[in-house]
């Protein structure tokens, strides 16, 4: 009687994980379709004036090839202007070379940090502030850029009759921690919120852009309060954009492959730091929503593999169960498999998804714990403990 209760239980926990794994397909392959390259929008014939704003603190290592890209714009009425945020490393050098060898180069000197700033937002209130374009586009020092990429954000932002545009980067991933967290991460944009219903209504939940690449009219910047309005707020990408989308101005989230490249992280200190500085102020800092989701995420990811390996092994498991843990991994190496293409991760990456699951909730929970303790850390700078009004 206790067993039969037991395959019953099981049973149905097999078959809610299978329901919830369906759902994330259907999200997932709907917003396959919404979601436009950035490329492929006709071009159009006006071109005003852009500033390309680049934040950097220690980015020795990606500093030159961002800029250089930049530079090698095709558009015809641009400026690039990048922030020095008092780098200890020879950012600052490498950037006074290549200003010497284009004048649509602009560099500045960061002002020390205020008490009531995050490094960043201050860098970026500062470029924004010096610029003269009708067009922002910010962009993280570890992007580079192909030629054209330019023109087609011009396109995309007429096509689509926006006041803001984001594009998510491809991704180039190496170390073994990047590879258990980028794809991962390009999964839960891509399945955990359906696209199309932005244009419906104005839930802040259903709304996602990436910070890498943030192109605003000027007039929608400021109409918002720029980041002075996010100042204290670590996820500002996702803080200025619900601004944009709660005043009912249009955006559009793209793909940003062919376009921006970025190579995010390095090694597993640079994600773990990178990812626990975040993941619990994506979570709007409530420990017990946090902790729900990755429950959710480890029963949806990890237990069918469990279940599916002790059904193989014990006989004495009821076949249907077995069978239904069999969909559910099916269904998740299927998921991952879209996203992956997608995305241009390389696909046996799929077969890892459990040891990633497994990797993300230890960083989510991680986060959670650093960031109330006040320990979360980015370029050697404390992040606050909450997003302060």
């Not at 954000?153 to 921690?177: K, M």
């Not at 996010?230 to 940003?256: F, T």
């Not at 239904?324 to 991994?329: E, K």
Request: one cysteine or more; aromatic letters at 12%; a positive charge.
């Amino acid at each position: 009687m206790q067993q039969d209760l037991l395959f019953n239980i099981l049973s149905y926990i097999q078959t809610v994980i299978i329901l919830v794994l369906t759902w994330f397909l259907i999200v997932s392959l709907t917003n396959l379709r919404y979601l436009r390259r950035l490329h492929s929008y006709p071009s159009v014939k006006i071109s005003p004036r852009f500033s390309v704003l680049v934040p950097a603190r220690n980015e020795e290592d990606n500093i030159g090839k961002c800029v250089s890209s930049l530079l090698a714009q095709d558009y015809p009425d641009f400026q690039v202007m990048v922030l020095d945020d008092n780098s200890t490393d020879r950012t600052w050098e490498i950037l006074q070379e290549l200003s010497l060898k284009d004048r649509r180069l602009t560099i500045l000197k960061g002002k020390p940090l205020p008490d009531d700033w995050l490094g960043k937002h201050w860098a970026c209130h500062q470029l924004a502030l010096a610029s003269d374009g009708e067009l922002l586009l910010f962009v993280d020092a570890d992007t580079w850029s192909q030629p054209d990429m330019l023109r087609c954000a011009v396109a995309a932002l007429v096509g689509e009759d926006a006041a803001l545009v984001s594009a998510l980067p491809r991704q180039f991933i190496g170390s073994w921690s990047e590879i258990l967290s980028i794809p991962a991460f390009y999964l839960g944009m891509l399945s955990g919120v359906p696209l199309g219903l932005t244009r419906l209504q104005r839930n802040p939940l259903l709304f996602s852009v990436l910070g890498q690449f943030l192109m605003f009219k000027r007039s929608t910047y400021e109409a918002v309060g720029g980041y002075a309005s996010v100042r204290q707020n670590i996820v500002d990408d996702i803080a200025i954009g619900r601004k944009v989308h709660s005043m009912g101005m249009a955006y559009r989230l793209l793909d940003g492959n062919g376009q921006i490249s970025c190579r995010m992280y390095r090694n597993f200190n640079q994600v773990w730091k990178g990812l626990t500085k975040s993941t619990f102020a994506s979570f709007n800092f409530d420990p017990f929503f946090l902790i729900f989701m990755w429950i959710v995420v480890l029963a949806i990811f990890v237990e069918p593999w469990i279940m599916l390996g002790f059904g193989l092994a014990q006989p004495d498991l009821p076949f249907e169960i077995t069978a239904q843990a069999a969909m559910a991994v099916f269904l998740s190496l299927l998921l991952f498999t879209a996203s992956n293409h997608r995305f241009n991760f390389p696909l046996y990456y799929v077969f890892l998804s459990p040891i990633s699951a497994l990797f993300m909730t230890a960083v989510a929970l991680a986060s959670m714990v650093l960031t109330m303790q006040g320990k979360a850390r980015w370029k050697d700078r404390n992040m606050p403990k909450t997003v302060r009004p």
